[in-house]
């Protein structure tokens, strides 16, 4: 049984910086391809990165140069560090898992993934 789980949200004030981790089981976790999302209230959910099997990754343009995205096969762990975090990234994150026997590029849209984890809060205010 696949499964994800995030951690590491919280509450941070502007210009702070968070680590998420997305802990992955039950399945070949290199082959997968893995990505990060979030969901303000009201809002759509959007990709924030993805990186591929080969490490090669996608960064929403929102997030470039702040955010990176990260995986540690041997951990079977997904990072996403948060750098010069602004009140616009609150939001719920969401780490997601797509199927398959390599991830030959990564994929930026939440319907292309197959796992979801639960999702963690992140909370920056001025």
């Known amino acids: 049984q696949v499964r994800v789980v995030e951690s590491g949200g919280g509450s941070v004030q502007a210009g702070g910086s968070l680590r998420l981790s997305c802990a992955a089981s039950?399945?070949?976790?290199?082959?997968?391809?893995m990505g990060w999302f979030r969901q303000a209230p009201g809002k759509e959910r959007e990709g924030v990165a993805a990186?591929?099997?080969?490490?090669?990754?996608w960064y929403a343009d929102s997030v470039k140069g702040r955010f990176s995205i990260s995986k540690d096969n041997a951990k079977n762990t997904l990072y996403l560090q948060m750098n010069s975090l602004s009140p616009e990234d609150s939001a719920m994150y969401y780490c997601?898992?797509?199927?398959?026997?390599?991830?030959?590029?990564?994929?930026?849209?939440?319907?292309?993934?197959?796992?979801w984890g639960q999702g963690t809060q992140v909370t920056v205010s001025l």
């Open positions: 997601a898992a797509r199927s398959g026997s390599f991830c030959y590029t990564p994929r930026r849209q939440p319907s292309a993934y197959d796992y």
């Open positions: 039950g399945y070949t976790y290199s082959t997968y391809c």
């Open positions: 990186i591929d099997s080969a490490s090669i990754t």
